[in-house]
């Protein structure tokens, strides 16, 4: 008995290694948290598009939007780990959504694994044209003689562009009102139909409106000049030195996913990520290009986990 149960537990192991050397043999999902028209769906589709090629199989981007990508995070937590659903997440979903959400339903720290960072990049705050400030020094007068009318969108609570904002309220000591929308492209297009007055947005879904004009840049939210805006100043250098707000996608799957099916996605996505087409494609939305190991990720997610969970405490965001 024992002899037939070790020889059947070979074959399992031997069939488990059939499979992953096999993999993928069908399509692969690339699940995003917002919806179509940010940064998080644009670096997606361009990343996707080679995957696919390399790959020899379909990588589809699936948009789950909601809850500043939270809907998604949780989806990929509980997905099977088979390594044929992956998520490209946020700092929002990994290192904010538990310092402010009483039940969340995943802890990304033990419900994730990390295969790679894929984009680093500092947001842009943009205003409505009627907007009477053309500085960040304008903008933050206008709130303080306004307090609690200006308005300002995000992709979502708890995302990058709140988190931005949040930060310069309390280095700027001024009184404006976060609008969370259900992703990047929506956020501008409430601020381009009036509902707001700013929106901390990122490069890939502002970057068209700011070249033509219908929406004005004031500052960036990362410690140096964006290559994509080099004439916008920082907020850093607009009066608050030390403001630093940098926004990231990573690329995570579910936390028992087989260690070769983990490194045959992380070279891959190095591989396009590396890729001059690809980084310049990504640049042109503002994005820049930034893999790392699986070890580097994780721990750029335990420091960003920590800063993160101080802001909120002290700004004191909670969602429930």
């Not at 990588?59 to 997905?79: R, S």
């Not at 936390?255 to 494609?281: M, Y």
């Amino acid at each position: 008995m024992r002899r037939a149960m070790l020889a059947a537990l070979g074959l399992l192991a031997a069939a488990g290694a059939w499979a992953q050397d096999g993999y993928p043999n069908r399509a692969i999902v690339m699940v995003v948290g917002f919806a179509p028209g940010g940064g998080t769906d644009t670096a997606a589709r361009i990343i996707a598009k080679r995957l696919t090629e390399q790959m020899g199989q379909s990588v589809v981007v699936e948009n789950k939007a909601g809850a500043g990508g939270n809907i998604a995070t949780d989806y990929v937590a509980k997905a099977p780990p088979d390594g044929y659903t992956i998520l490209l997440a946020s700092v929002g979903s990994l290192t904010v959504a538990p310092h402010i959400v009483s039940n969340l339903p995943y802890d990304p720290r033990r419900d994730l694994a990390p295969i790679t960072m894929a984009v680093v990049f500092g947001n842009v705050l943009v205003v409505h044209p009627s907007v009477p400030a053309n500085t960040l020094a304008e903008f933050v007068k206008l709130a303080r003689d306004n307090p609690g009318t200006v308005t300002y969108g995000s992709s979502g609570i708890g995302g990058a562009g709140h988190l931005a904002g949040e930060l310069l309220r309390a280095m700027a000591k001024i009184d404006i009102v976060h609008v969370p929308y259900r992703g990047g492209g929506p956020a501008v297009r409430g601020l381009l139909g009036g509902e707001i007055m700013a929106v901390f947005a990122t490069p890939a879904s502002a970057g068209g409106q700011i070249k033509a004009g219908r929406v004005r840049a004031l500052a960036t939210t990362s410690a140096q000049r964006s290559s994509y805006v080099p004439d916008v100043p920082t907020v850093a250098e607009s009066g608050y030195p030390g403001y630093d707000a940098t926004n990231w996608y990573a690329y995570v799957a579910p936390v028992r996913t087989p260690r070769p099916i983990l490194d045959r996605l992380h070279a891959e996505l190095v591989k396009t990520l590396n890729a001059a087409d690809i980084r310049e494609q990504l640049h042109h939305h503002g994005l820049e290009a930034q893999p790392s190991s699986s070890e580097e990720l994780a721990r750029h997610i335990d420091r960003e986990y920590a800063t993160w969970g101080r802001v909120v405490k002290e700004a004191g965001i909670r969602v429930n």
